[in-house]
């Protein structure tokens, strides 16, 4: 859904840095998978087409945030 955002900490040896995938548009979302020492974080299509994808070592990586969207949440 458009807003969902993971945000990704990987440790770069001397620090960290920070990177974050958005689901851009209408339709697309977020999808994130963990195999074989891998982090995949992908924004898809609705079809399932991954239009953005990032690769993270597990061992590197710090922390994995996911935000969902707002959704327009009551008040």
Do not use: Q
């Amino acid at each position: 859904m458009k807003g969902d955002r993971v945000e990704i900490v990987v440790d770069t040896g001397g620090g960290s840095r920070t990177y974050e995938v958005a689901a851009t548009k209408a339709g697309r979302r977020v999808e994130v998978r963990i195999a074989r020492g891998i982090v995949e974080v992908s924004e898809t299509t609705r079809t399932g087409t991954p239009v953005r994808t990032a690769r993270f070592m597990s061992g590197r990586t710090l922390a994995l945030v996911e935000y969902p969207a707002d959704g327009g949440a009551a008040e």
